[in-house]
């Protein structure tokens, strides 16, 4: 792959509300490029304390309307204002190692805001496979169509599309979704994808214990077992009959 990688542009953007005096800056303070990868340092700094910023990296392939995928680091949602911040970009594995150009970045920064609220989201500790849940929230605008993303960790499994925005739903998990700890659902408007918001980790369990699963296997497996011996119910190791008394 050969890319010429330049940095375009960030864009700050700040919450409408009442007029405050406050700083806040983005400053880019390397952009370097090595075996495909492209990591950008940068710093994040705001006045006011504890605010979460959404941080995207967009890219003139397709002229910045989506942020890039392949990315690891401090991006994304939720991310607190701080020095020394990194991105890394696989550009290989986005681009495809054929690609021949160049390429302008732009990084965005905006106040992170809910579009709706899903604090309901963190009474829900456990989901179970093949069942259906009840799933609340509130907020929004009635024209808000959804999709829920679930996510483990950096990797999305799968999403649930196409959901009205009327405060509630009925999920279902398919049963080929792994069991284990720190899934999570990224929620975003079909046709705004700044409009995004993250539940709170759960965990997803099976419907049938894997014990009861294994159970008849072993049970069988003995049954087979004696089958094996000969087929002979006759045991040397019974008693003889007891024959009846000549008195």
Known sequence: MIAKIKFLSFLMCLAIGPLHIFSQTVEIENLAIH???????????????????????????DEFLNPLNELSGDHGMEILPGSR???????????GSSFNGDVALELRARV?????????????????????????WSGGRPSNILNFNL????EKITTFSNIANV???DLELPPHIKPGKGYYFLISDI?????????????????????????????????ISMLDSGGDLSDSSLPDPVLPSEN
């Open 151 to 154: 996510y483990r960790g950096d």
């Open 85 to 95: 911040k990194t991105i890394e970009w696989n550009a290989r594995q986005e681009l």
């Open 35 to 61: 075996d495909g990868k492209v990591t950008i340092k940068y710093n994040l700094l705001d006045s006011i304390q504890g605010r979460h910023y959404t941080v995207r990296l967009y890219s003139s392939r």
């Open 191 to 223: 046709k705004n994808k700044d409009e995004v918001v993250k539940t709170s980790e759960f965990k997803i369990k099976r419907k049938i214990p894997l014990g009861f699963k294994v159970l008849p296997i072993f049970l069988i497996g003995g049954a």
């Open 167 to 169: 405060g509630h739903h």
């Open 112 to 136: 992170y805001i809910p579009f709706i609220n899903v604090d309901d989201f963190d009474d829900i500790k456990t989901l179970t496979r093949h069942h259906k849940h009840s799933l609340t």
